[in-house]
């Protein structure tokens, strides 16, 4: 037997009715392929339904108590005798030539499990409904979908029309029971860390019959609230992507809305009912009808959110788990301007001392960047208001006049070294006609270290990497990462680009050598900021314990981000032109 098609139906028989004889008529031996359907306790006649299609050999009925999707689909595999099982609901036309999709897919190694399209039929259901299924089932399918085998893919894999090698379902120890919604994505995300990859059928045509009313979806949203906080304690890497965590990426008062939606003692949800039911009755025009989603979509996210709350315990809580947002300071120098050199990389160490004083006093504590990976791929928790401390160049003075001060409160930072140039100067700078400085030494690194201090890398030569090519980007960001392991003893997940200057083919590369890196955009970081781009706000000598609130606030000054970003531009040029012309 080639395939077994796997259905769990929980009284749908009318549905099963116009769903499963086209399953049964396919173009593909009826000898190599058997359709299970899984009964989970239906009281509407179902399993006498299934009776009537007794001349169908390649049927088989199986009846048990209710039990939940997931364990009636695990019944199916357990009963399969196919090689090969595709899963499908139990509202799903199929064309012609589904299972003979499926059955003749390219499965090499371990990319062995296939999915194809699920089109909502638009003329059937509620149209609200129907709308809104169209609306996210067109967009994946469209566009999303075929572009999986480049980017991976992290769900679905037991839903409509996936399919795989039944021993690898089994292997993984086939659905989790305890998910009564998002039992899909679950398994999908198992199989992924097993190493298995997904490919794409276009061919392998399916129609979806909704038949659910808004208020089923609605109703359906509180369930998907609560396991997506359980699929994300589970996989912590799901919480970049979770909607919970998108809301701290959001303008303040959106954040409040959120909040205030979440928490209130009586949902806002049904208030919006008549104003939804009022655009969709006008869905003719289009901006009615997008009106009407956006309504849709804003009651589902409001039971949504109201059931995470519930489950996490309070809206504090949930934000602590999944809205941390982490400013990271850039420093240069600190210490004493030294002739000759650029003043704006310079904090004088008093400016310095009321910096950290005043990030003490409102409750900021720094972490190290293998902190924030953690927090992101493994759900660790952080404190409060997480700070990151970042000092690029690695120069001497600070260990006289900035370190010790971090030391003194109780802080950490990280020191980002230009691994060719430890224990000598700043060679980068010399065509800019900026004054050597003295940087760091490998015994000074490693008696820091063991104080505390993190050190990351920040290439080999200081080079602009994006005047390289890949193969010499590749030995600046390998060869400073191998040489500060070799001199600490211990890995080095992060690293600072050069300059801050980085190409989308830069950062990629710089992810097969580093957990994170850093760069020199604006802004404040949250659980879906790419760990290979996080932004930074400089610190200038010109800023004020005022200023410091804006900048831990929007990841910039605001009041300097204007002249600092002019600066930043001539700089940029200028140095990118002389250090062309020295290359020439």
């Known amino acids: 037997m080639q395939l077994s098609v796997i259905i769990a139906t929980f009284n749908r028989r009318e549905m099963l009715a116009r769903t499963l004889p086209p399953l049964l008529a396919q173009d593909f031996p009826s000898d190599e392929y058997e359709v299970i359907v899984v009964v989970d306790g239906s009281t509407d006649g179902t399993g006498d339904l299934l009776r009537g299609f007794a001349s ?56 062995c499990l296939a999915f194809g399209p699920v089109h909502v039929l638009p003329e059937e259901g509620d149209p609200l409904a129907v709308d809104w299924a169209r609306s996210f089932c067109d967009e994946f ?43 899909d994505v679950e398994l999908g995300f198992r199989l992924l860390q097993a190493g298995f990859k997904f490919s794409y059928l276009p061919n392998a045509l399916t129609h979806q019959v909704f038949a659910k009313t808004p208020r089923d979806v609605i109703e359906d949203a509180r369930g998907e609230g609560i396991a997506e906080i359980r699929l994300c304690r589970k996989f912590p890497a799901m ?100 002739e000759g050199f650029d003043r704006y990389l310079t904090i004088s160490p008093a400016m310095f001392e009321s910096q950290l004083q005043w990030l003490s006093r409102h409750g900021y504590t720094p972490i190290r960047t293998s902190d924030w990976i953690a927090y992101q791929r493994e759900g660790r928790p ?23 001060l971090l030391i003194k409160y109780g802080f950490t930072g990280t020191v980002f070294v230009v691994s060719d140039q430890i224990g000598g100067t700043n060679k980068w700078d010399l065509h800019l006609g900026l004054s050597e400085q003295p940087l760091m030494s490998e015994s000074q690194i490693r008696e820091w270290a063991a ?118 531009r001539v700089f940029k040029l200028g140095g990118r032109l002389l250090r062309t012309l020295h290359l020439k």
């Not at 088989?60 to 357990?78: D, T």
């Not at 000092?391 to 370190?403: K, M, N, P, Q, R």
Request: charged share 20%; net charge positive; hydrophobic share 40%.
């Open 141 to 183: 399918f469209e566009k999303k979908a075929p572009k999986q085998p480049e980017t991976g893919w992290s769900g679905c894999m037991a839903s409509a029309n996936s399919s795989a090698p039944r021993s690898v379902i089994l292997s993984v120890g086939g659905l989790d029971e305890s998910f009564s919604r998002g039992n």
């Open 56 to 111: 169908h050999s390649n049927l088989r009925v199986i009846e048990q108590e209710n039990r939940g999707q997931a364990a009636a689909i695990n019944a199916g595999l357990r009963a399969a005798t196919g090689e090969m099982v595709l899963f499908l609901d139990d509202d799903i036309l199929s064309g012609p030539s589904l299972v003979a999709e499926h059955a003749h897919a390219v499965r090499n190694g371990h990319t």
């Open 239 to 338: 919480r970049a992507t979770s909607r919970f965590g998108a809301v701290s990426a959001k303008p303040w008062w959106k954040r409040a809305i959120a909040r205030v939606l979440a928490t209130a003692p009586v949902s806002a949800e049904p208030l919006l009912r008549p104003l939804t039911w009022g655009f969709s009755r006008l869905r003719m025009i289009p901006a009615c009808k997008k009106a009407a989603l956006r309504l849709f979509y804003t009651q589902q996210n409001i039971v949504g959110y109201r059931s995470a709350v519930k489950m996490t315990g309070s809206w504090q809580a949930l934000r602590k788990e999944f809205g941390a947002r982490l400013p990271i300071l850039m420093y240069h120098n600190i210490g004493p301007l030294r």
């Open 382 to 404: 952080l404190p409060d208001r997480p700070i990151l401390l970042t000092f690029d160049d690695a120069y001497s003075d600070i260990v006289e006049f900035g370190l010790p």
């Open 451 to 568: 104080k505390g201090i993190e050190f990351g890398a920040h290439t080999k030569t200081h080079a602009d990497l994006t005047l390289l090519t890949p193969e010499q980007v590749a030995e600046e960001m390998q060869g400073s990462r191998e040489r500060l392991e070799d001199l600490l003893g211990v890995p080095v997940p992060s690293l600072a680009y050069s300059y801050g200057y980085y190409t989308a083919e830069v950062a990629e590369i710089a992810r097969r050598y580093f957990d994170l890196a850093l760069t020199c955009d604006y802004g404040v970081n949250y659980l879906g900021t790419d760990l290979i781009r996080l932004r930074r706000a400089e610190v200038v000598p010109i800023q004020t314990p005022g200023d410091m609130r804006s900048t831990v606030t929007f990841g910039f000054n605001l009041l300097f981000v204007g002249w600092d970003h002019l600066k930043g």
